[in-house]
């Protein structure tokens, strides 16, 4: 009866056995068959093999600055830089895998006990997706499906392409697509710009406290996102910090001295409206633009500047960019305010405008109105005219710029009709520095603000040049007369008759003051004190045609009229050209054209376009550097000299709105002020050995402008900014501005030592023509 007994015991045993492997066989032929018919499509599309090798994703355009800073990006969507594995700091490696993936090393992609334990608590005490499982779905699988039987589709896809990643990959490059492959909110795309976005540094300079606050947010960016809720993500981030403890990452001592620590969110949103060098940036974007027209891929297909991870080498460098904002908006912000204080209703019911008629206002604004985007938008939506105008004059809830809030932004309450005439009362500028040796921009500012203002007025704004114009006029006499720095002109109301170099009327310019000294002047100090009568006897003795053909050799080549106004600098400009003819002065007589972009390259590092520099000789280095004598005398003693002058405050004018001012610049400087009519227009040129700079400050319409050359003149409106950027230029001697003297000619064959006899001597070689020439 036992032995019976015993046999059935066995026998159900054995029987139990069978039926095991049984079904543990089939359980495992059913995976292996789901894993085919996944493989095969059966649950929807799979990625081939060459999608595995190269994973699609949208990498953004970076712009390099030429110390290495990222200055910004284009995208679209993806705000994506791509990271290697070596750059990513360790601490950053430790969270995400004791977080994540613990047994991250000991598996193929899917890790069988951390499923086990999920579907036996039913993921209550944690998932069962491995690192490789979590970027199969951000690559291919897309967001989990509400439906049940969708969602064990994707499921089943997720574990088929994690194990195909494993075997196309190396765990530390599956790591590395994850971190730049997730979606951290606030167009923060990927690691790099996370670490940028919110902490303001590059991803290995990151701390383990911060890495774990990244780290964190990749359970759910949305949910736990640090700006809208910190007391979670902060609770998010010791959870990760107790992760490492608990896997011998960090000691019990760490993970408690980082708990006690506050986030220290450093946010800093990137945008093409935002950040350092944004008027820059859009340039760069156009020129890309027509670059890329002209230059295709391999297989002739454009490329994209959004998507395909292009970096470009610009010559700009982030700390005189950083300089020459803050310069900016330090004293355009006085200016402004003193700009308001002269336009009360009371003092000018007109404002901003200045000296127009009404008819003359109410044309500016409608031709204003319908260049609006909001014009452009209701015309497109087939709006009459008529209800669109009426829009126009509707009272709605906006944000404008003001230079009183800390973000420059305020709401307010206004019609569209108000906003464009508020927008109107804000002076507008430009400035752009440039190494004259190599061509290479450092600086761009565009405007005061690229969110409000995005007309740049570097590139794409000219206005009259004033007199910024007249070294031309001088140069064209020194190169084609041999006239010397020392020579001397009178200071007598001049006239250039009817009929000559292509007159139809007399032209009998007044100087600024309307006076007139009638005594000899030597060159250097009528151009030191812009003396109109001198530049007009010597555009009249060398000729239009000359002035024209020197200026278009240095740059300026926007059609300038062959007739004596330009010598007062009547034709427009702007500050790119400006600065670049400029850079002839500095360079010993050799343009050279300006230079933004050095290098371009692909994502993989392959160069795809090197600058050529292009030059032109245009002056010798003797009448080259007899111009910078000659601009020196500007800043020494003419209308730059605030740069070096130090006055008492009260005997300043200046001292409510010129921001830092005396400045006591000490070192040789070159330069020139320009002030148009009416105050419409101020500028300074500004040059050192290894630097020129232009500014130029004015109104949108050359109607607004100040009453009086107290704040109108170029000394007041722009010589500031250059002084400003100047200064802290030199506050940083790593950035190598220099304070030497121009270099000299090793054999100059101009007089440029304008003593007292050696002026008589150079106006006694003259007498006869200075006589035929004075009009009595």
């Excluded at 004791?98 to 598996?107: G, I, K, L």
């Excluded at 979606?183 to 383990?208: C, H, N, Q, V």
Aim: charged fraction near 25%.
């Amino acid at each position: 009866m036992a032995k019976k007994v015993q046999k059935k015991q066995q026998q159900g045993y054995f029987k139990f056995i069978k039926w095991f492997w049984i079904l543990f066989g089939s359980g495992v032929l059913v995976v292996i068959f789901i894993f085919l018919l996944a493989s095969w499509g059966a649950f929807g599309e799979m990625p081939t093999f060459e999608r595995l090798e190269n994973p699609e994703t949208n990498l953004a355009t970076e712009f390099l600055s030429s110390d290495g800073e990222t200055l910004g990006k284009l995208y679209l969507d993806d705000n994506r830089t791509w990271v290697d594995y070596d750059t990513l700091p360790q601490n950053l490696i430790d969270a995400l895998v004791a977080t994540e993936d613990a047994r991250y090393y000991n598996h193929s992609g899917i890790d069988a006990r951390g499923f086990a334990r999920a579907l036996a608590y039913l993921g209550t005490k944690g998932g069962a997706s491995t690192i490789s499982q979590q970027l199969s779905r951000q690559l291919f699988v897309g967001v989990r499906s509400r439906n049940l039987m969708e969602a064990v589709t994707q499921k089943i896809k997720e574990w088929v392409i994690a194990t195909r990643l494993e075997r196309n990959y190396t765990k530390e490059e599956i790591i590395a697509m994850y971190l730049n492959i997730y979606d951290f909110g606030y167009a923060a795309d990927g690691i790099r710009s996370a670490s940028r976005i919110y902490f303001g540094k590059e991803p290995y300079e990151l701390r383990t406290e911060e890495s774990a606050v990244l780290v964190g947010m990749l359970k759910n960016s949305s949910l736990y996102n640090p700006i809208r809720r910190e007391e979670l993500v902060l609770n998010r981030r010791n959870t990760v910090l107790g992760q490492m403890a608990k896997y011998d990452y960090i000691t019990e001592e760490e993970k408690d001295s980082l708990q006690a620590l506050k986030m220290n969110i450093n946010f800093n949103p990137e945008s093409h409206r935002e950040g350092l060098a944004t008027y820059f940036r859009m340039y760069l974007q156009r020129w890309l633009n027509g670059w890329v027209k002209d230059n295709p891929k391999p297989d002739g297909e454009k490329w994209n500047i959004y998507l395909d991870g292009l970096k470009v080498y610009t010559t700009v460098d982030s700390r005189m960019q950083r300089n020459a904002e803050e310069a900016v908006q330090e004293h355009m912000k006085n200016l402004q305010a003193e700009f308001f204080h002269q336009n009360t209703p009371q003092r000018n019911p007109t404002a901003p405008f200045l000296d127009l008629s009404k008819g003359a206002i109410d044309t500016i604004m409608e031709r204003a109105m319908k260049a609006s985007p909001r014009w452009r938008q209701l015309k497109n939506e087939g709006m009459s005219e008529k209800d669109i105008e009426a829009t126009f004059h509707k009272k709605a809830e906006m944000t404008v710029f003001d230079w009183n809030s800390d973000s420059y932004e305020k709401d307010t309450v206004m019609t569209p009709m108000d906003s464009i005439r508020y927008y109107k009362t804000f002076l507008r500028t430009a400035m752009m520095s440039m190494e004259p040796q190599t061509g290479h921009v450092k600086a761009w500012v565009g405007g005061i603000d690229y969110k409000h203002f995005q007309y740049d007025q570097v590139y794409q704004g000219a206005r009259q040049a004033g007199s910024t114009f007249k070294p031309f006029v001088y140069a064209a006499a020194i190169d084609q007369l041999r006239y010397s720095p020392c020579y001397t002109l009178p200071d007598n109301q001049y006239s250039i008759e009817p009929g000559k170099h292509g007159n139809m009327e007399a032209w009998t310019p007044k100087n600024s003051d309307g006076k007139y000294s009638g005594e000899y002047m030597t060159l250097k100090n009528a151009l030191a004190n812009s003396v109109n009568t001198i530049t007009a006897q010597l555009i009249d003795r060398v000729g239009p045609g000359a002035v024209v053909s020197i200026a278009k050799s240095m740059g300026l080549n926007n059609g300038i009229p062959e007739v004596p106004s330009i010598a007062l600098g009547t034709h427009d400009f702007n500050v790119y050209e400006m600065v670049g003819a400029y850079g002839t002065f500095a360079n010993q007589g050799v343009y050279v054209k300006p230079v933004m972009v050095t290098r371009i390259e692909d994502k993989n590092g392959t160069v795809l376009y090197e600058y050529t520099p292009e030059t032109k000789d245009v002056l010798s280095k003797d009448v080259a550097y007899a111009m910078v004598n000659l601009m020196e005398g500007v800043t020494q003693y003419g209308s730059g000299g605030r740069l070096r002058h130090t006055f008492a405050k009260e005997q300043s004018v200046y001292k409510d709105i010129i921001t830092g001012y005396p400045y006591e610049l000490n070192n040789p400087i070159a330069g020139k002020t320009g002030t148009t009519q009416n105050q419409s227009d101020g500028w300074f040129m500004g040059m050192v050995p290894n630097l020129v700079t232009g500014v130029w400050v004015g109104g949108e319409e050359r109607s607004i402008h100040f009453a009086s050359l107290t704040y109108g003149q170029g000394a007041s409106m722009a010589l500031p900014i250059w002084a400003l950027y100047m200064k802290k230029n030199y506050a940083n001697e790593e950035i190598g501005v220099s304070k030497d003297a121009f270099e000299a000619p090793e054999e100059m064959s101009i007089n440029i030592d304008c003593s007292k006899e050696t002026q008589e001597e150079e106006q006694n070689l003259d007498t006869e023509d200075d006589l035929e020439d004075i009009d009595f």
